[in-house]
């Protein structure tokens, strides 16, 4: 019963979580693009996590054989009057902050890079942000 209770309380989800978009270019040039188009709407990136190279560095501990990605970042950053907005409306919405875009190049398909972000869940409490992030993901691929 509480299983079925917790279920029907979470916002419905998109039908595929992440959205993902490839650009023809290097890395470090559709990183500053993407970065650009973050700081272009008065964001400031908190953080970047390096998770290729974790993934990399931590490959012969965990008997890994093979790269997953050539490069690969995953940028974080807010909006405070459109994160508020989204809490005030359920404060269980933090779980969606910070904001988080993924940006990865894989072995395989050389000069080509790959912009992903979550597929926030229909609502309005969530609309904003979801255009903010699918804007910022469209500006940075051009």
């Keep these: 019963m509480l299983g079925f209770l917790l279920i ?3 916002p419905a989800q998109a039908a595929d979580p992440f959205e993902v978009r490839s ?5 470090g040039d559709v990183k500053d693009s993407l970065t650009q188009a973050i700081e272009g709407r008065g964001l400031v990136v908190s ?3 390096q998770v290729a190279e974790m993934l990399d560095r931590t490959a012969a501990d965990l008997g890994a054989k093979r790269r997953i990605y050539g490069a690969g970042e995953v940028l974080e950053f807010c909006s405070a009057k459109l994160s508020r ?3 005030e409306a359920d404060p269980r919405n933090l779980v969606f902050c910070p904001y988080s875009l993924a940006i990865y190049t894989l072995e395989d398909k050389p000069g080509e890079v790959f912009i992903a972000r979550k597929v926030l869940p229909a609502g309005p409490a969530y609309a904003p942000i979801d255009a903010l992030l699918g804007d910022i993901v469209a500006e940075a691929s051009r």
């Design 8 to 10: 029907a309380a979470l």
């Design 23 to 27: 650009v023809k270019g290097q890395f």
């Design 47 to 49: 953080y970047v996590a």
């Design 85 to 87: 907005q989204m809490m």
